[in-house]
T-cell receptor, first 113, second 112 residues
Framework: GAGVSQSPRYKVTKRGQDVALRCDPI?????LYWYRQALGQGPEFLTY????????KSGLPNDRFSAERPEGSISTLTIQRTEQRDSAMYRC???????????FGQGTRLTVV | KNEVEQSPQNLTAQEGEFITINCSYS?????LHWLQQHPGGGIVSLFM???GKKKHGRLIATINIQEKHSSLHITASHPRDSAVYIC??????????????FGKGTKLSVKP
């Protein structure tokens, strides 16, 4: 696509439910990144992929968070048993390869009630 | 201590003023990025640089690798420049955080 696309744009879920957030990167971009941004803060790294390989998941807060990119294109970030503290803007970005300019999606605003 | 520090956190300017936002970092980097986050939430890449200076319109970004410091300048500021400006670095190969380590951002408000 023309840009990085994330869906849904907004998600409200009840505590304890699982959610799946989708990122469709720019076509041909090798690297894909997930970030989380709390209100008033800069983005915080979660995980990143080169092709389908998850290179670094050190930023995932706990084992309720997981991500995959099975075919090296679309990625899904899954949060199991959501908690209120998971509420944030979840951002995806992609780049041609690591260290080149990153292009950001509009983000998914997750609210856990 | 954050690996990327920005100053100031908040900045209010009058239209037409020259604006400087500073970024200091403590890790070895392969590149530094300046990003603009619009009030609606979207993030746009302004510059990516690894040395020297880049200019795009009224925006200028400089970096001093030895001092681990970068500045973003806006000349003849305008209310439409109001946004959050975020400094981010790409750690050198072997860094632990993938693509980017972010600063907390500088919220700029330009008054007419």
């Amino acid at each position: 696509g023309a840009g990085v696309s994330q869906s849904p744009r907004y998600k409200v879920t009840k505590r304890g439910q699982d959610v799946a957030l989708r990122c469709d990167p720019i076509s041909g971009h090798v690297s894909l990144y997930w970030y989380r941004q709390a209100l008033g803060q800069g983005p915080e790294f979660l995980t990143y992929f080169n092709y389908e390989a998850q290179q670094d998941k050190s930023g995932l807060p706990n084992d309720r968070f997981s991500a995959e990119r099975p075919e090296g294109s679309i990625s899904t970030l899954t949060i199991q048993r959501t908690e209120q503290r998971d509420s944030a803007m979840y951002r995806c970005a992609s780049s041609f390869n690591r260290g080149t300019e990153a292009f950001f999606g509009q983000g998914t605003r997750l609210t856990v009630v | 201590k954050n690996e990327v520090e920005q100053s100031p956190q908040n900045l209010t300017a009058q239209e037409g003023e020259f604006i400087t936002i500073n970024c200091s970092y403590s890790v070895g980097i392969s590149a530094l990025h300046w990003l603009q986050q619009h009030p609606g939430g979207g993030i746009v890449s302004l510059f990516m640089l690894s040395s020297g200076k880049k200019k795009h319109g009224r925006l200028i970004a400089t970096i001093n690798i030895q001092e681990k410091h970068s500045s973003l300048h806006i000349t003849a500021s305008h209310p439409r420049d109001s946004a959050v400006y975020i400094c981010a670095v790409t750690p050198r190969v072997g860094g632990s955080q993938g693509n980017l380590i972010f600063g907390k951002g500088t919220k700029l408000s330009v008054k007419p």
